[in-house]
């Protein structure tokens, strides 16, 4: 479930070869589909670069979710910021393989910016699941409501690809800032119905990850980006998820963007609307509105 390797620095979810491989381990595996999470995590557990080495200083932080899951996540506090970013990446890879995003997102937004790994991905211990990677999430929001050091109230959610459907289930039972969905999908189920119609696998399906089911219950602002050319998730499942939503919301097209090059591709435009719309929310000024046509 990799997305193209043309910018390695991220990964995200559902890659033809990687579903093809999953219906039919799921047919063969009749009921229950017992092998499906290993066509949907890619975790690796090397960390092969840190912020560090992009000129970005950072704390390590390690921090326990309530099943007694030991997680990783890195911490970048910009001086002066009253709102802290909490993101969540995509299938595959781990933290490091988002290392020089983490510095264009602390850069740009001018803002905390904290990354977890879900567990089993880098060196967080455990093994990932759908409803692991809901626990991790809520365990790192619950981190940073804890210190001292950050406004609890200040924490906005960014979840990207997968991380979307997390990003998503957390705001719908947490109260966040914000809540930013870039790429995301309607549901695993109907990632698959898109890719291969003809193969009726989705009811055998045990991972949902329904990113429309949560967004309904969304309260907090939400802005949808997708790109244009999104080869890996189409366009159209963020239309979607973005028609669900109740307002306050805002939907960003990324011109000419695919899967793993909206940072490179959306450049300072993108960055500029998620600063202004996670600033209008802090102040309580995000509308309704459709921005990117």
């Keep these: 479930m990799k997305g193209s390797q043309n910018h390695p620095r991220f990964f995200f979810i559902l890659h033809p070869s990687s579903l093809i491989l999953s219906m039919i381990a799921c047919v063969a595996l009749l009921p229950g589909c017992l092998m499906e999470e290993k066509f949907i995590f890619f975790p690796s557990a090397a960390i092969e670069k840190t912020p560090r080495e992009f000129g970005l200083e950072y704390e390590d932080i390690y921090f326990t979710a309530a099943d007694g899951v030991r997680l990783n996540g890195w911490l970048a506090r910009y001086p002066g910021a009253e709102i802290t970013l909490l993101w969540f990446h995509g299938n595959a890879g781990n933290i490091g393989h988002r290392a020089e995003a983490m510095k264009l997102l602390y850069d740009k937004l001018r803002a905390n910016v904290f990354i977890i790994d879900y567990r089993g991905y880098g060196r967080s211990e455990g093994t990932i699941s759908e409803a692991g990677s809901y626990e991790d999430a809520l365990a790192a929001l619950k ?7 950050l406004d609890p109230k200040g924490v906005a959610l960014f979840g990207q690809s997968l991380g979307s459907a997390v990003a998503a289930d957390l705001a719908a039972r947490e109260e966040c800032l914000a809540l930013i969905l870039e790429a995301p999908f309607v549901s695993i189920r109907e990632m698959a119905r898109a890719i291969y119609p003809w193969l009726p696998v989705g009811p055998l399906l045990k991972t949902r990850y329904d990113v429309v089911e949560k967004i309904q219950k969304v309260k907090a602002p939400l802005l949808v980006a997708h790109g ?13 998820v973005f028609a669900a939503a109740s307002a306050p919301k805002d939907f960003y097209a990324i011109r000419g963007a695919h899967h793993n090059d909206t940072f490179f591709v959306g450049g300072n435009a993108y960055f500029a609307a998620m600063k202004h719309f996670i600033e209008r929310a802090g102040s309580g000024r995000v509308g309704r509105s459709d921005t990117g046509e």
Aim: charged share 50%.
């Design 143 to 149: 981190y940073l409501r804890a210190r001292k050091d």
């Design 228 to 240: 244009e050319n999104d080869e890996i998730v189409p366009f159209e499942h963020g239309r979607r």
